[in-house]
């Protein structure tokens, strides 16, 4: 039995995230929890013939705990999206507290899942979760992950547009963060093999760092990413559980995780990014979660700017996030 739970079910991501997943054969019970319409997406998406058994609930009679109870993977959408001129740590005033809340909810109803978190400012939200966690003793830096695959999946769009390979066969690293200057893709690293000159290093850089912005402005005031977010979200969901209900192995994913997690590799990534204590670098993932945190490789000098440019803002979210749970009394 392996079910999942999408927390915010019923917003521009939640919808077509749980489509994604109600396709998903490994999924045998799919739990959409939201503070509205979770039931009639609950209903709706029930009528595919797949084996996943779906289920809708509100805040009322439990509802969290009920969603959450037995599960295996949760993933969080819950929370308010940007609008043009917003920078994602604007919607840390409002995200925070319900991240925090349902992170309660997790650690009271179901400790061991893996946590997949799309909520934004992700550069907080994951501390916050995980602080949350640790103050219920029930903290596995193995099993928390903050989604960037969104940066991945536009990483190798946007260079395949340059380089004319097949956008699906092209893998860029994507590290750091989930915010403009703290998203640091390593075009040297791009498989398959392309050397881009110079200033299209420059553009791409830039494009891959604000994609999300060309989507905010484009939908100028009607929300952020929402379908891309399923299926990239999606994505990442589906090697979580290839890993860890299938025992695939050799799956890499990058992901903004805890650097904490004994002998798999973070302590050396800490050492490369100056003490932080979160960052997005490639995962390799197993039947337990986290099986290896890969170290960063060689960064050309222009990415070891951005990588100097990164630090401080990452360090400044992380704290953040961090203080929002050690300073609550
Ligand atoms: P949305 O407003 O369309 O949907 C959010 C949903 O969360 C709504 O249905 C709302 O009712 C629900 N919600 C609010 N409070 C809740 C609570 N306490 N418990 C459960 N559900 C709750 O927003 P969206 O476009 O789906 O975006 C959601 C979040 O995802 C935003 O913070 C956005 O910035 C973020 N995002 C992250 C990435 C990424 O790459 N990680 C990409 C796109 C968007
Ligand atoms: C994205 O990268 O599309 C998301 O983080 C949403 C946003 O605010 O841009």
């Known amino acids: 039995m392996v079910k999942a739970v999408v927390l915010g079910a019923a917003g521009g991501i939640g919808q ?5 997943l109600k396709l998903n054969d490994a999924i045998t019970e799919l739990a959409l929890y939201d503070i509205v319409n979770s039931p009639g997406v609950a209903a709706d998406l029930s009528h595919i013939n797949t084996p996943a058994k779906v289920t809708g609930y509100l805040p009322p009679n439990d509802g969290l705990k009920n969603a959450l109870t037995n599960a295996h993977l949760i993933v969080i959408p819950a929370g308010v999206p940007r609008k043009p001129g917003m920078s994602r740590d604007d919607l840390f005033k ?18 061991d899942a893996y946590v997949l978190v799309i ?15 640790k103050k219920h003793g029930v903290f596995n830096a193995k099993k928390v992950f903050g989604v960037t695959t969104l940066d991945i999946v536009r990483a190798s769009t946007f260079t395949s547009s340059v380089s004319r390979a097949d956008p699906r066969e092209v893998r860029v690293p994507v590290v750091g963060g989930h915010s403009g200057v703290t998203i640091i893709p390593l075009l040297s690293q791009i498989s398959p093999p392309h050397t881009f000159n110079q200033e299209e290093i420059e553009s791409l850089t830039k494009r891959i760092q604000f994609g999300g912005d060309e989507v905010v402005k484009a939908k100028d005031g009607a929300g952020s990413a929402t379908l891309s977010m399923a299926q990239a979200g999606a994505r990442f969901a589906t090697s979580i559980l290839n890993a860890t209900v299938k025992g695939e192995s050799g799956i890499v994913e990058p992901s903004y995780v805890c650097l904490d997690a004994d002998g798999v590799g973070g302590k050396q990534v800490r050492i490369a990014v100056n003490g932080l204590s979160y960052f997005s670098s490639n995962i390799e993932l197993g039947k337990n979660g986290i099986e290896k945190i890969h170290p960063l490789g060689d960064l050309s000098e222009y990415e070891n700017k951005l990588l100097e440019a990164a630090i401080p803002e990452l360090r400044t979210n992380i704290n953040k996030g961090v203080s929002f749970i050690t300073d609550e009394s």
Request: no cysteine.
């Open 16 to 20: 077509p995230l749980s489509l994604l």
């Open 94 to 111: 409002i995200n925070a507290g319900i991240v925090r809340d349902l992170a309660t909810g997790i650690a009271n109803y179901s400790p």
């Open 119 to 133: 909520s934004n400012p992700v550069n907080s939200t994951v501390p916050i979760i995980a602080e949350v966690l």
